[in-house]
């Protein structure tokens, strides 16, 4: 029979979202109801591997009182910064860098501080979110008990319709691009925006199409920026003006465009970003690619369109601001919906908001795929239905 648990520690992986602390308060009022008692645990794992850094020991208590003004952005426990605790890096007697295990200590933090659950807020993003969550997935596998709630900027989540954050991330993107787009009209120039998106273009193309974009390259969707030039051209002797093209940060091309070479051995990625991508090679961008391919997108379409063209790259600015409404309900649901699923005996799960249940997936499922765009779905079509060129020889014609 499964002991019942009495102390539950809740802790966010890395990648900050609008209201983070919205999931936590969730958490801590329904911990409260139910006579259980609500830790944190600071900076993802860090507060149990390193509590000499912190003056309350890397573990705070989280009571409703210290929870009622939340959800304006940031986080009262912080998020993880890449810290894998089955890989720290660590310094040797030879000043040589090696990594180390250090899960069993996690273990013995959580035993040592009664904790008998952890809650994780995980996903943000293919590179580092998704890395947080196969991190619970192994610590689960060696006893921890587990409940994950997804947060995601990209909505990438196997298994999760409804990640918490990007409903507010979508919002403040659509409202960008559609400045952009204005300012660039009226210009007479053509914007070209990259937004996060990696391996899934649910960001770009739901804030594309309702920025009224006139182009959106997804990764789902190999481009030619040929043939994205010629549908541009047919929307302008057509009458329409156009001056946005929005792009996915992993947008590909369907041409063989030739791969940036891979840093040496032992460079700066491999000291300093072990998430960093092993393709992008060194140089600006290996500690954050953001921006690469907006550059890139730019410039070719400048010399095949002959307009003044102009990059832009949203990255880490849409995850700041207020969350939205849809997220402030979402974010408590999922923190209550994680502690009562503990209460009842759950483990090794993925909270999941499918509307209109709320329930939840096995961990499992959630690993080793992602959640991307249908390439026959909804909103391609509907994309297509509008004008928009997806840079593909099926692209919108106007």
Known sequence: MTQPVLRIAINIGSGLLPGLDLVVAGAALAADRLDLELVGIRDGYDGLLYPDRYPDGGLVPLRPAMVDNVGHG?????????TDPFRVRVSTADHEVE??????????????AGIGAVISIVGGSAVTGLHALSVAFKLNRKGVRTACIPKSIENEIAGVPQAFGYNSVLSHTAETLERIRIGARDVGRLAVVEVPGQHAGWLALQSGIAAMADAILLPEIPHDLAAVAGALALRERAGHRCA?????????SAVGAAPSPPAPPGGLRASLTPNADPDFGEGAHVMDRTGGLAETVATALQRLTDREVLPFSLGHLVRGGPPSVLDRQLGLSYGAAAVRALHAGEDGIMVSYRPPDLGS?????????????PADGALIQTARALGIALGDEGGAQP
């Open 244 to 252: 946005l093209v929005v792009v996915a940060e992993g947008a590909r």
């Open 361 to 373: 997936v096995p961990l499992r499922e959630t690993l080793g795929r992602i959640r991307t765009v």
């Open 74 to 82: 940031g986080s009262l426990i912080g998020t993880a910064a890449r």
């Open 99 to 112: 990594e180390v295990d250090r899960s069993d200590d996690i273990l013995a933090g959580l035993r040592a």
